[in-house]
Structure formats: structure tokens, C-alpha cells
């Protein structure tokens, strides 16, 4: 079993949806958590950074982590077609070198 | 500031060479990262340098892999006799040592014919 699970879709939804992106993982001792976004033929760029449970906002991106069921989520509100891409959860403990990455969800936002 | 920079972009080659691939990483951090994404399959860890220190080669999959990292910056990546399975994209990322996240630059794609 890996240490971060997550869905690798494809999800293909219209312009303007709620998008749903999650990941569960199994390491108690993760700390942080991040979400990268992926456009094809480039690397990964951090999109969102959180540590520990709880919520953070960032326009129209919303990342949650749930530490009492191991399960880290990123809503898109009024999802645009340029949000058209990869998106990799990640966690870790404490340094870098111990990142965790899921293995990615594609994403297609229709117009 | 600029980003983390790899060269070339893109890398053909036949089956039993050597090749290598370059990483320039961003100004300041010390921490460097070499990481292999294969079609469908997620990050896969490769080699970590910090500093002065011993690099982390774990992740190498076979002795056939081999990087350096010169005056603490610059690191090439080198894969000798290259196999049709070495086929994927080879990300390089960086970040401060006292830091949990990455920046990734925009990775060589690398095609074994």
C-alpha cells in the first residue's frame, strides 16, 4: 500500500463546476501537506501549503486536511478551463526529502 | 527571482548511450533533488544532495545512474547505457533546507529508441 493514495481520474467537468480533488494517506506522522498543480510538459508548481488539520483559502482554492481520517482535499470554486491540468497531492512529516507524493489527477475543465 | 532551470528539455537517444541532464537550481537553496515521473506513475525519489553532506542515492534504481553536484550548486544527472525503461521525464527540484516544499523546474523528457 503506498503512504498517499489518490484517484488518478481523469475527471473531466464544465466550466464554472466545484471541483473535488482528494487523497488519503496512511502515515500518522505527517505534518504538512501540500497540493501541486501539473500542466502537461511542465514540472510541478506548489500551489497550496497547509500543516496540520483545518482549512486555508487561497481565491478560488480551498485545501482541507482532515487528520482524524487521513484525508487532504482541494476544492476549485467556478473552475476555469486554464485550471486544466495534473494535480499531485503531497505529504510529509518535516523535511523535503521525506515528501510523499500521490501519483496525480488529471483534470480537463470543458468550456 | 529565477526559477529552477534543466537542460535540454527534451533528449533522444539509442539504446546503449550515455546521457546526461543538467540542473540549475534556484539561487540560495541548498537542498537539490532529482526525481523521475513515468507515464500514469507518480514522483519517484532519485538522489538528494544537501550542502556539504553525503548525498541521499537511495533512490537510484540501479548502478547505471549516477549524479554529482558541483560547488553546491549545478548537479548533472548521468544515466550510462541507457535502457528503453529509462524512458520518462527526469525532474529536478530545490528548496531551502529548513523547508518542507519543493519547486520543481520544467524536467527533461527523456526518450530511449
Known amino acids: 500500500q503506498k503512504e498517499v493514495e489518490q484517484d488518478p481520474g481523469p475527471l473531466s467537468v464544465p466550466e464554472g463546476a466545484i471541483v473535488s480533488l482528494n487523497c488519503t494517506y496512511s502515515n500518522s506522522a505527517f505534518q504538512y501537506f501540500m497540493w501541486y498543480r501539473q500542466y502537461s510538459r511542465k514540472g510541478p508548481e506548489l500551489l497550496m501549503y497547509t500543516y496540520s488539520s483545518g482549512n486555508k483559502e487561497d481565491g478560488r482554492f480551498t485545501a482541507q486536511v482532515d487528520k482524524s481520517s487521513k484525508y487532504i482535499s482541494l476544492f476549485i470554486r467556478d473552475s476555469q478551463p486554464s485550471d486544466s491540468a495534473t494535480y499531485l497531492c503531497?505529504?510529509?512529516?518535516?523535511?523535503?526529502?521525506?515528501?510523499?507524493f500521490g501519483s496525480g489527477t488529471q483534470l480537463t475543465v470543458l468550456p | 527571482g529565477a526559477g529552477v532551470s534543466q537542460s535540454p528539455s527534451n533528449k533522444v537517444t539509442e539504446k546503449g548511450k550515455d546521457v546526461e541532464l543538467r540542473c540549475d537550481p534556484i539561487?540560495?537553496?541548498?537542498?537539490l533533488y532529482w526525481y523521475r515521473q513515468s507515464l500514469g506513475q507518480g514522483l519517484e525519489f532519485l538522489i538528494y544532495f544537501q550542502g556539504n553532506s553525503a548525498p541521499d542515492k537511495s533512490g537510484l534504481p540501479s548502478d547505471r545512474f549516477s549524479a554529482e553536484r558541483t560547488g553546491g550548486s549545478v548537479s548533472t544527472l548521468t544515466i550510462q547505457r541507457t535502457q528503453q525503461e529509462d524512458s520518462a521525464v527526469y525532474l529536478c527540484a530545490s528548496s531551502r533546507p529548513d523547508r518542507s516544499s519543493l519547486y520543481f523546474g520544467p524536467g527533461t523528457r527523456l526518450t530511449v529508441l
Open positions: 503531497a505529504s510529509t512529516s518535516g523535511s523535503a526529502r521525506q515528501l510523499t
Open positions: 539561487s540560495g537553496h541548498t537542498a
